[in-house]
């Protein structure tokens, strides 16, 4: 019976679990009892839930990979918010508590629909420090991600836990509170010997119990959330890596599998000059005082788990965004699942950042294969709607890759000084650094830094939905005056319009020049002097603008007589297209939609503006077309699909 000494062991942890506390740790709850009142007076949206704030978890766990249970003690240390007569912790119902200890003494709790109620033996008063140890055990649910996951590797036996978003009370009695951290943490885990446990913190101690059974206890000293809190148990190899930072070398702490140790050590390596790069445009790493790590894990991505990130594999961009998520996403944490860009739109951004500044040939390829993924469909916001919903929380091409190109325009829009003053100054913000935000406060401090109002930009790119589709008309005269029209259709009906500052690329074969353009309203006329003939324009050469179907035709200066029909844009046709005609002249013309068998389907009155004519098609069935425009002046005729 492999998994007897888990049922046993329960016992001796519960009679145990209150008398293993560090010096450490009682001077760090000491000074939070002390600075409660001042850190607390200031009530926020991001106050915690429940009347109390958490200080202290020291979670002490017997488990074996070979088997799908848990049991154990979980001690929580808190602070009352104000006068508190219980406590409530999350707990799901198929895991059974047997006692809950008040400095020794036994309290009524209550568990039911996944909350474990607890009594206090009195009314706990404003301010006041005090503890309980949970003891509970049994077969953990499967949710989210997999909450707790027994598995195999090379036939070995593996265990982990991933907890984000909910899943935490899977596996442990816990708070699920955005807005609360601990500021401090003990993961006490005994397994069968010849594994090794991969957890948070700084590894104490790797303890034989002369029992079969080894116990390793780990210990971090930073505030964490209740989601980021992990272990992994199975037959790991471990190896380190070292990344050199001014005044300090951190230690990367690799936990893998014997049978991938060669891939894993040519990918680990990567994290050097990643976390060089970080530490260099975001401040030093958080954690340099304890260390970061890899724990291999059965899963196809990572999680970013505080100082040990789990990872499936050791891929150049997955490796730069679990890291990331140090400083986006640990350090600092979205206050709510709505604004989760905050963690992962970051991360995305900043392992595109990882190309830009250290493999630069694949900077231009990263962002095209990013605004095409995000464009492949019309609509869908980054703010998300649904926090309850797995798949739109983690959605991929909207929480991670357009959240990740909202940062990239908010980056254009602000300027690089002012975009990075400005995330600096969100980290080392104190009511955010080693807690929570949301998306308004990074917006301030962008905002202050810029100088900018952002207000409008936000509505349009995080709340609203889609994006823009540009058609830029242009043409230059042999004096080298540059006639400009921008257009600008949205994808989707939430956004009418993309207020963007444009740029424009024209060259010849030996010069260039960028103009940006303030494009305010669509039809907008831009004119202004080259000091070069230009034979082509490029629009946003450099993608900084998320958008999609772009079209861009240069167009001679005649009249209307001597028009020729350059295009029916777009074509294939849904609602409605646009044929240019080529002219800088306006007025009335008649204009005809033809059908395959010249049939004269619709028949309307328009005015030529701005070079274009309108053609309706809206209501007509899908196939080939012939608009024709026509006035006293002439005839004008172009083909064209209608979908």
């Excluded at 890596?241 to 599998?257: K, S």
């Excluded at 961009?317 to 679990?322: M, V």
């Excluded at 010069?511 to 907008?524: A, E, I, K, N, P």
């Excluded at 059908?595 to 619709?602: E, P, T, W, Y």
Aim: hydrophobic share 40%.
């Amino acid at each position: 019976m492999r998994g007897a000494w888990l049922i046993a062991s329960i016992l001796w942890m519960t009679a145990d679990a209150q008398v293993h506390f560090d010096h450490d740790v009682i001077n760090t709850i000491a000074q939070g009892e002390a600075k409660a009142h001042a850190a607390h007076a200031k009530a926020t949206a991001q106050e915690p839930t429940r009347g109390y704030d958490l200080r202290y978890h020291r979670l002490e766990l017997s488990v074996d990979p070979a088997v799908r249970a848990i049991v154990g003690t979980v001690t929580h240390y808190f602070i009352a918010l104000t006068d508190i007569d219980s406590v409530v912790f999350d707990l799901d119902d198929t895991l059974e508590v047997s006692t809950v200890l008040h400095h020794g003494s036994a309290l009524a709790f209550d568990h039911a629909a996944d909350l474990l109620t607890i009594g206090l033996p009195s009314t706990l008063a404003t301010g006041s420090l005090d503890s309980i140890t949970i003891a509970y055990g049994g077969v953990p649910p499967e949710t989210g991600f997999g909450s707790f996951i027994q598995a195999e590797h090379g036939g070995t036996p593996i265990l982990w836990t991933l907890s984000e978003p909910y899943g935490a009370r899977d596996w442990w009695p816990c708070k699920q509170d955005l807005n609360d951290k601990a500021d401090s943490l003990d993961v006490i885990v005994i397994v069968p010997g010849g594994q090794r446990v991969a957890s948070n913190g700084l590894l104490i101690a790797e303890t034989d119990l002369g029992d079969g059974t080894v116990r390793h206890h780990w210990r971090h000293r930073h505030p964490i959330n209740y989601y980021l809190v992990a272990f992994a148990v199975t037959n790991y190899v471990v190896y380190n890596n070292e990344v050199p930072l001014p005044g300090v070398t951190v230690d990367v702490t690799n936990y893998v599998f014997p049978e991938d140790l060669a891939d894993a050590q040519a990918g680990t390596v990567n994290v050097v000059p990643q976390m060089q790069l970080y530490s260099e445009l975001f401040g030093e790493y958080p954690f340099a005082n304890e260390k970061y790590g890899h724990a291999q894990f059965g899963w196809g991505g990572g999680m970013e788990h505080q100082t040990m990130t789990f990872v499936g594999s050791f891929q150049y961009e997955l490796i730069a965004h679990e890291l990331a998520h140090q400083w986006f996403g640990d350090l600092v944490t979205c206050g709510s699942w709505e604004d989760l860009w905050l963690n992962e739109g970051f991360a995305t951004y900043l392992s595109a950042l990882c190309y830009e500044h250290l493999a630069p040939q694949y900077w231009m390829p990263v962002k095209v294969a990013r605004r095409d993924m995000i464009i492949s469909q019309p609509g869908g916001s980054v703010l998300v709607t649904d926090t309850l919903s797995i798949p739109r929380l983690f959605d991929s091409r909207l929480t991670y890759m357009k959240g990740s190109y909202l940062l990239h325009m908010l980056r254009w829009v602000c300027g690089d000084a002012a975009f990075y003053q400005g995330l600096n100054n969100y980290l080392n913000d104190p009511d955010i650094r080693n807690g929570s935000a949301l998306t308004p406060q990074l917006i301030m401090h962008l905002e202050n830094t810029s100088g900018l109002d952002l207000d409008g930009f936000m509505a349009d790119w995080y709340v609203g939905e889609g994006f823009p589709s540009y058609q830029l008309l242009w043409s230059q005269a042999a004096n080298g005056d540059v006639s400009v029209q921008l257009d600008q259709t949205t994808s989707h009906p939430s956004v009418d319009f993309y207020e963007m500052p444009v740029p424009i690329r024209f060259k010849n074969t030996s010069t260039d020049s960028t103009v940006v353009l303030d494009h305010t309203f669509s039809g907008q006329v831009f004119t202004f002097n080259l000091p070069f003939m230009a034979d082509s324009a490029l629009f946003d050469p450099e993608i900084w603008i998320l958008s999609g179907q772009n079209l861009v035709l240069k167009v001679p200066i005649a009249a209307f007589g001597n028009a020729q029909a350059m295009l029916i844009y777009p074509n294939p046709a849904s609602e409605g297209a646009w044929m240019h005609v080529g002219t800088r002249a306006s007025g009335a013309v008649d204009v005809d939609v033809i059908d395959a068998m010249g049939r004269v389907v619709s028949a309307s009155q328009a005015v030529v503006h701005a070079l274009r004519v309108p053609i309706p098609c809206e209501g007509l069935p899908g196939g080939l077309y012939t608009a024709r425009v026509r006035s006293s002046e002439g005839s004008l005729e172009l083909r064209f699909v209608k979908q």
